[in-house]
């Protein structure tokens, strides 16, 4: 995705176990110049988890340090856990002429969507229905069987806030999303670079 004027920012979100980090990792390995914002979290890091590639691992005391600091785009609490997007990490990706993904949940988006300077394309990811989102949170065994009925739980309302939006993706294939998704910032990129 090159031969472009202006940076693309591009926030993928979807409840919990529907796709979007799997998506977003796929778009940054096959596109050299996507680099993916990472969070700052509280949450502890996965067996897999790197610092500074996955999440920045703080503490609650250093997360509330970076808010009263005015240090994020957005942040809020998930499961127990905050997460946050550092303005000064978004910044230096922009001055290096980056694409930028977000990986984060809709209230991070209705946060991130205020800043008027941000130019956001939204995509939302869902699965193709509970049943299946449920086997893939049990499937992947990252989480005890607590926080993957919280994930559930939170499943309905997650979904009222497709309409902050611009587009909907249903992940039923994996490649054949991901395909989707592609074809949308490709299109995104061809009209940025038009006007």
């Known amino acids: 995705m090159n031969n472009k004027d202006e940076s693309i920012m591009i926030v993928l979100s979807s409840p919990s176990g529907a796709g979007k980090t799997t998506i977003t990792k796929k778009l940054q390995q096959k596109y050299q110049n996507f680099k993916i914002s990472v969070s700052h979290t509280t949450r502890k890091p996965r067996l897999n988890e790197v610092e500074g590639?996955?999440?920045?691992?703080?503490?609650?005391?250093?997360?509330?340090?970076?808010?009263?600091?005015?240090?994020?785009?957005?942040?809020?609490?998930?499961?127990?856990?905050?997460?946050?997007?550092?303005?000064?990490?978004?910044?230096?990706?922009?001055?290096?002429?980056?694409?930028?993904?977000?990986?984060?949940?809709?209230?991070g988006t209705q946060q991130l969507s205020k800043y008027k300077e941000l130019k956001?394309?939204?995509?939302?990811?869902?699965?193709?229905?509970?049943?299946?989102?449920?086997?893939?949170?049990?499937?992947?065994?990252q989480d005890k069987k607590d926080v993957v009925e919280k994930r559930l739980k939170s499943f309905e309302n997650d979904i009222t806030h497709?309409?902050?939006?611009?587009?909907?993706?249903?992940?039923?294939?994996?490649?054949?999303?991901?395909?989707?998704?592609?074809?949308?910032i490709l299109n995104s990129q061809k009209k940025i670079n038009l006007n």
Not at 91 to 102: A, G, S, T
């Open 53 to 107: 590639v996955d999440y920045f691992f703080v503490n609650k005391d250093q997360f509330k340090n970076l808010i009263d600091s005015d240090e994020f785009y957005e942040h809020a609490k998930i499961f127990d856990n905050f997460y946050g997007t550092s303005k000064k990490s978004v910044k230096n990706l922009l001055k290096n002429n980056n694409d930028v993904l977000f990986d984060i949940d809709w209230q």
């Open 162 to 184: 497709w309409h902050d939006y611009d587009y909907i993706v249903i992940n039923d294939n994996l490649e054949s999303c991901f395909q989707q998704i592609e074809k949308i």
């Open 120 to 141: 956001l394309l939204k995509i939302y990811i869902l699965p193709p229905d509970k049943k299946e989102l449920a086997k893939r949170l049990e499937g992947r065994n």
